[in-house]
């Protein structure tokens, strides 16, 4: 067994708790916070199937962010949407057999590749070009686009510049899910792209990456408009009560 | 680029607008800004109104509300302490501060930033001013890599920056409906506003207010003789007019309605004419109801300010009240975030409202009242009372964007133009992405509207101003609509900035009020 391969299995291992533990502790964060008040974004639904429906069109056509700014739509939906496409593409390498609805996602998971590195620039160009969007943009904010198109990129590159034996990389992966570590191969352009991934998952639980969990937290997007049908209280508004 | 036009606009307006310099006591001279042919985003600058703040609030306003009289001495450890007390007793704040990506969705959506240009003014970079805060001392990142993620200490410069561009900010939402991830910057502002009074560096005007409702009991702090005169003088106006006794009652036990509107209603114009109105709709359709001297107050500043237990003990004098007359239905009058605290609030902070009659919502808006009869016929009018008016109607943030009216989503925007083309031949909506849940803020919402922040209400009023003019000019409108006393008191001191005439602005039920049939019933 090489260093390398003990290396990577050891960042891999403490990145995934990294992610993990990480994220469960915020959503626990989230979860225990109470919403003492009734603010959704009104008009809002009066159902909470109708809340379930108003954040599925959030999540999965960004329709406030369609409403309020087409070309960051545009980029960021094309980001995300071929970010799914690209991770299903990947889920191959983690299972085996392969699931049939990844098999057949394989030769998309190529083109979605492509178009995510595009949607990316796309994003970081408005970080250069719009004045609104420069002046709020942080180091991390454009570091975390630098992160993404490197990652992607060396994949692509892995398609189509140089290839990596890929069944040895599937053999690793394989190996870190039943704790029986098998030797990964050392191709500079893998290493660069897993080093990235894991950079990636590390950061996720501390960084504005947050946005995925937090979404669903969202009290102008989650509570149902029914503020004068059912009394909403809080556990600590309850205290209050008591003491008057 | 940007400073050429600016240079440019600077020329011109001075050239323009010289007459409509006014300068104020509190408030050196400013610019209004120029309306443009079509809305345009203008280019950021930096600092362009850092200068703008409100007075902070003196000793005895504080220690009445029991603030703390002045900035306390170890400040920082306690504004850090609130924060993370309001970090765990609000989930908005908790969510809101971790999740935004800087997309700049939201840049362009606030009317101070449309209106100012100052990129502080924009959504994001004002909950910025909080966020790099929170990540300083509350998270990983800004305590380890500070300049990566933008994070700082609190310093006296952050708090002087805190108390001016968080007293910019209206809390009218309209960042929320646009943010993918639907923060809230009221919720921040709100949170920020709380931990500046924890310290002792709170806003006097809205400060001051909520000392004045808790002793007098409302706003303007009119005791209950003068209301008593007032509405007195009011009944015997409307006998002069119409012929027609209609009554004001005042603390009428065993009345069915107990009516709670913003006490700008009983001393204002043009807020008066919509109490008259509201009168008369109670008159014709023989509901019989009343006031109440202890809680004549619809508003309810400690919104504003974000304070849970001061909205709370305001909220209560209306509780106190309704057991006190036995009514059975509570209505609020025209006012938009007096609406937002009792169609969202109420029933968590007072109720439940198992006394009252459950045939009817509790609360019910006047709007949602007076629509209903309409809708059942049970109210008369003869519309061409109101030709003289071509109108048009101004959605409040609040109502818009944090309540409703009736029974399906969106009804806030439809019983309040329903009631005006029922009882008016000639309206049109502004354009559509500044009505419904897009709409302005007038600029002078969310405890803004004071004087020494009349720089920053006209700006942030330009907006609107342009939609109204493209349908002044395109419709010939000259009445603007409006259920919320802020924006009546706004619009009423900023129409003349834009070259309007101040008297455009009005209530819904000062239409009603002009169409309504008495007696014949």
Redesign the interface.
């Known amino acids: 067994m090489s260093l390398l391969t003990i290396i990577y299995a050891a960042l891999f291992y403490l990145a995934t708790v990294f992610l993990v533990v990480g994220v469960a502790l915020k959503i626990r964060t989230y979860a225990k916070t109470p919403a003492p008040l009734k603010i959704p974004t009104t008009p809002a639904p009066l159902t909470k199937s109708g809340v379930g429906w108003r954040m599925a069109r959030e999540v999965v056509f960004f329709e406030s962010l369609f409403k309020s700014s087409l070309w960051t739509w545009i980029f960021g939906w094309t980001f995300h949407a071929t970010l799914f496409a690209v991770t299903l593409r990947h889920l191959r390498y983690f299972q085996e057999p392969v699931w049939l609805p990844i098999v057949l996602v394989q030769s998309i998971g190529i083109y979605a590749g492509i178009a995510m590195v595009a949607a990316l620039f796309g994003l970081w160009a408005r970080r250069w070009l719009v004045d609104r969007v420069r002046y709020i943009s942080t180091p991390s904010d454009h570091l975390i686009l630098v992160l993404l198109i490197a990652i992607g990129i060396s994949g692509l590159a892995m398609k189509f510049v140089a290839h990596t034996d890929v069944i040895a990389v599937k053999l690793f992966m394989l190996g870190l899910m039943r704790f029986d570590l098998q030797p990964l191969p050392s191709d500079p352009v893998l290493l660069v792209h897993l080093t990235l991934v894991i950079l990636l998952m590390i950061i996720f639980p501390i960084s504005k990456l947050l946005h995925a969990p937090g979404i669903f937290f969202s009290p102008t997007r989650n509570q149902v408009d029914d503020a004068r049908e059912a009394r909403h209280i809080s556990s600590w508004a309850t205290g209050l009560e008591r003491r008057s | 680029m940007?400073n050429r036009i600016g240079k440019t606009q600077l020329a011109q307006s001075s050239a323009n607008y010289i007459q409509r310099k006014i300068s104020y006591m509190a408030t050196a001279a400013f610019d209004t800004p120029q309306i443009k042919s079509y809305p345009v985003?203008p280019?950021?600058q930096?600092g362009a109104t850092s200068h703008l703040k409100p007075f902070v609030a003196p000793a005895p306003i504080q220690k009445a509300i029991g603030f703390p009289e002045e900035l306390v001495e170890n400040w920082q450890e306690k504004a850090i302490a609130k924060m993370g007390e309001l970090?765990?007793?609000?989930?908005?704040l908790?969510?809101?501060m971790?999740?935004?990506?800087?997309?700049?969705?939201?840049?362009?959506?606030c009317h101070y930033f449309l209106g100012t240009a100052d990129?502080k003014n924009?959504p994001?970079?004002r909950q910025?001013l909080m966020r790099k805060i929170y990540r300083r001392y509350f998270?990983?990142?800004g305590k380890y890599f500070p300049?990566?993620?933008?994070a700082v200490d609190l310093t006296k410069e952050v708090l002087d920056e805190w108390y001016s561009y968080y007293h910019q900010c209206s809390e009218c939402?309209r960042c929320?409906?646009?943010?993918?991830?639907?923060?809230?910057t009221a919720?921040v502002t709100m949170a920020a506003r709380e931990i500046m009074d924890s310290i002792g560096h709170g806003q006097k005007y809205s400060n001051e207010i909520i000392g004045k409702v808790h002793r007098i009991g409302n706003n303007l702090g009119i005791p209950g003789p003068a209301l008593v005169d007032t509405l007195e003088g009011l009944a015997e106006d409307i006998k002069d007019d119409t012929g027609v006794d209609i009554k004001f009652p005042l603390d009428v036990k065993g009345a069915e309605v107990l009516l709670i509107t913003p006490s700008a209603d009983f001393f204002s114009e043009p807020h008066v004419e919509s109490l008259i109105g509201y009168a008369k709709v109670f008159h014709a359709a023989g509901i019989s109801w009343t006031l109440s001297s202890h809680a004549s107050e619809a508003g309810n500043f400690g919104m504003f300010i974000g304070n849970?237990?001061q909205m709370?003990n305001i909220s209560m004098r209306v509780k106190e009240a309704a057991l006190e007359l036995g009514v059975k239905r509570i209505v609020v009058g025209e006012c938009g975030h007096a609406w937002r605290v009792a169609?969202?609030?109420w029933?968590?902070l007072i109720?439940?409202f198992d006394y009252l009659d459950q045939r009817y919502?509790?609360?019910q808006h006047i709007c949602e009242v007076t629509d209903d009869l309409i809708q059942r016929g049970a109210l008369q009018f003869d519309k061409e009372a109101n030709d003289n008016k071509i109108i048009t109607f101004h959605d409040s943030c609040n109502v818009?964007?944090?309540?409703?009216m009736g029974?399906?989503?969106?009804g806030?925007?439809i019983i309040p133009r329903r009631i005006i083309t029922s009882v008016a031949n000639h309206f049109y909506d502004m354009a559509p992405n500044t009505i419904h849940?897009s709409t302005f803020c007038c600029g002078g919402g969310g405890g803004l509207l004071t004087d020494d922040l009349m720089e920053v209400r006209v700006k942030g009023a330009l907006p609107r101003m342009e939609a109204l003019k493209y349908l002044v000019e395109d419709r010939q409108v000259n009445f603007m609509a409006t259920i919320c006393a802020i924006c009546k008191a706004q619009f009423t001191k900023v129409l003349p900035y834009y070259g309007f005439n101040m008297s455009m602005v009005g209530g819904v039920h000062q239409l009603v009020s002009k169409a309504i049939r008495l007696g014949d019933k």
């Open positions: 940007g985003i280019l950021v930096a970090l765990g007793k609000y989930r908005s908790q969510v809101y971790d999740t935004c990506v800087h997309c700049g969705a939201c840049s362009d959506k990129p924009m994001v970079a910025d998270t990983f990142a300049k990566l993620v933008g939402r929320s409906v646009f943010c993918p991830y639907g923060i809230d919720e849970y237990e709370r169609y969202s609030f029933n968590t109720g439940p919502p509790v609360p818009a964007r944090a309540s409703r029974n399906m989503p969106g806030q925007f849940e």
